[in-house]
């Protein structure tokens, strides 16, 4: 797809610049570019999985509901196939959905006027050489286009919570499409944070805006529940020098709010048994109406997983996070000591996982028919002691200022007997200090 991309840009930008001064209609058949300023058409954020398991994508221009009165008969809620599905309300941006969000325009972002300003040589955003095809393309400024965060995690020497992102001109694609899941809208600029530089694509973004393998942040993410602007140089343009249009419109497209703090899935920690339980998904997480852990997952010895849709800051964790209780038969309910911890084993993995388990390694129980006997467990998890790890480079600790905010209970029927052999859950005795991490 990079071929492609650079190619359209080397025929649209290097080739043709001479002729399209001239004469607007460059392409046969082809209406040519629009005329007036550099208008923001919308705004589309992806998480490719990364954060529930299935792809999210997000685009602002889309109605939040197109049963509200003022939404109704707008023509995305009576002749879009997609209607609402993509709008803010039912596809929320969350913290990964920066793996890939694209401004789209009504013409190509050729141009940035305002450069000179900033003390580079050249208006052009990406430099085409003068023969050849172009191989090694990138923004002549990546501050061309940048977020702002007005309620995210802040330090007075180390700035705001927002992560690197590798930014690029985006050439391909139209207003319309059959899937912009599959098939991005286009033209536009593009923001990518990066979490790897392992693979041939990634490791070619990543020389461009100096991380490696071992600089990469493996945490970089948006924070939860923070609002989010996208800013433009003031003299981005397309090659008619007609400068972007900041009206209203422009800025409400160009602005989102990621996803409360909020739990993905709970389960046994096996990374494949976990039940989504996102908010509408399976219960509403109150103690008459409880997360439930699918019946006999978690081993009497086991630790229950919480997955969470943002990293967590391990050093706010301790053994009043949550509490615990476990009843034999439907017997009287008996507290019990806990460890809460990202720390399984000694690995704290992306601190997306808490696990809750019981202290010192020990059993949820030691019943006196463990092969029969029903052994239920009920964990409370503290919301408002629950904290976000920070975005601020380096992610100090401490710094995180989103917690889930609301209690969250969660329920498991155990497994009978004793552990099989096999059990692929995280053991209690596994779970380790928290301040390790």
Known sequence: MRKQQKKSLFLGAAASLALLVACNDYLTGQDGEP?????????????????????????????????????KDLKQCTNDPFMDTYGVKKSPP?????????????????????????????????LVPE?????????????????????CSTDPTLGAGIPLTYNSLQLTGSDLSPDPSQFPYGPGLQMEVLTSCTSTTNKFKCDKIGLTKTTVDPLAALEPDASYTVQLSKGLSGRDKNPVLMDDRAMALLSFRTEPFQTNSVGNGDGASDAEVRPGMSGSGTASDPYMVADK?????????????????????????ATATVSVNGGAATPV?????????GDCGNLRSIYV???????????SKPDTDDVVVTITLKGAAIYDLSQIKGHPLGKGIHTMGKDIV????LLKGATPMDYAGVPSSAVEDPNNC
């Not at 023969?131 to 309620?151: E, R, Y």
């Not at 000591?337 to 720390?343: F, T």
């Open 35 to 71: 005329t007036g300023p550099l208008k923001v058409l919308r705004l589309t954020l992806i998480d490719f999985s990364a954060n529930t398991g299935h792809l999210v994508f997000t685009d602002t221009s889309v109605p939040s509901d197109c049963t509200l009165p003022q939404y």
């Open 94 to 126: 969350n913290p990964d959905s920066l793996r890939r969000l694209r401004v789209v325009f009504n013409k190509a972002p050729l141009l940035d006027l305002d450069a000179p300003n900033r003390g580079f040589n050249s208006t052009e955003l990406e």
């Open 131 to 151: 023969s050849g095809v172009p191989t090694d393309l990138k923004l002549v400024d990546q501050k061309v286009i940048s977020l702002a965060c007005t309620n």
């Open 297 to 321: 997952l978690v081993a009497l010895d086991g630790a229950i997983s919480i997955a969470l849709n943002a990293a967590v800051d391990p050093s706010r964790l301790n053994g009043t996070s």
């Open 337 to 345: 000591p806990l460890v809460v911890s990202p720390n399984a084993g």
């Open 357 to 367: 388990a019981p202290a010192g390694g020990a059993a949820w129980a030691t019943p």
């Open 410 to 413: 969660i329920r498991a029927k």
